[in-house]
């Protein structure tokens, strides 16, 4: 069946960096793109960015440019999403999920989701 | 602040129908499909219903989606209990370049 799988929760210092995996089975890895979701705690939903595995271009949200890089390991199914320069507002659940070619909605499949505490 | 307008709450008794609404503009609601998403308390959010109006499979049809102009709404018939949770709509904003979220409405089944 089609599964994302994400990596464990973290604990970060501010100002350190966070490096979250996701890691697709049960359907061609190409042929669907990869949303990253989060949600502070407590809070709704919130766009991160989008990624083609299949040659790794990505569309970030606006908010989020300069500090988030998501990139995709066609060998093992697996995406990434890196955050740098992690600040107290960046406490929250983060998930990938799966959509189609047409880069938006909808979301058919989505991972277990990682926290992230970002804490000194 | 969220680009999508839902109501922060919303609940009805057991058996009976609730609907919930979601509005937008133009640039999002207006010239794109929706989708709802269903979030158990600590669980991800699942999809339930898709381009406006259908269903994936395993969604029963007490389940249904709906839009005019720049609002979309979700109705949900038959309430369970098991239908507590938040609902999300979302979409794709063409001003933006961006997927675009509502702030969630919490179903409170009575």
């Known amino acids: 069946q089609v599964q994302l799988v994400q990596s464990g929760a973290e604990v970060k210092k501010p100002g350190a960096s966070v490096k979250v995996s996701c890691k697709a089975s049960?359907?061609?890895?190409?042929?669907?793109?990869i949303h990253w979701v989060r949600q502070a705690p407590g809070q709704g939903l919130e766009w991160m960015g989008i990624i083609n595995p299949s040659g790794g271009s990505t569309s970030y949200a606006q908010k989020l440019q300069g500090s988030v890089t998501m990139t995709s390991d066609s060998s093992t199914s697996t995406v990434y999403m890196e955050l740098s320069s992690l600040r107290s507002e960046d406490t929250a659940v983060y998930y990938c999920?799966?959509?189609?070619?047409?880069?938006?909605?909808?979301?058919?499949?989505w991972g277990q989701g990682t926290l992230v505490t970002v804490s000194s | 602040q969220s680009v999508l307008t839902q109501p922060p709450s919303v609940s009805a008794a057991p058996g009976q129908k609730v609907t919930i609404s979601c509005s937008g503009s133009?640039?999002?609601?207006?010239?794109?499909?929706v989708s709802w998403y269903q979030q158990l308390p600590g669980t991800a959010p699942k999809l339930l219903i898709y381009?406006?109006?259908k269903r994936p499979s395993g969604i029963p049809d007490r389940f249904s989606g709906s839009k005019s102009g720049t609002s979309a709404t979700l109705g949900i018939t038959g309430l369970q209990t098991g239908d507590e949770a938040d609902y999300y709509c979302g979409t794709w904003d063409s001003s933006l370049s961006a997927v675009v979220f509502g702030g969630g409405t919490k179903l409170t089944v009575l």
């Open positions: 381009d406006n109006n």
């Open positions: 133009t640039s999002n609601i207006g010239n794109n499909y």
């Open positions: 049960g359907y061609t890895f190409t042929t669907y793109y």
């Open positions: 999920a799966r959509g189609p070619i047409a880069a938006r909605p909808p979301f058919d499949c």
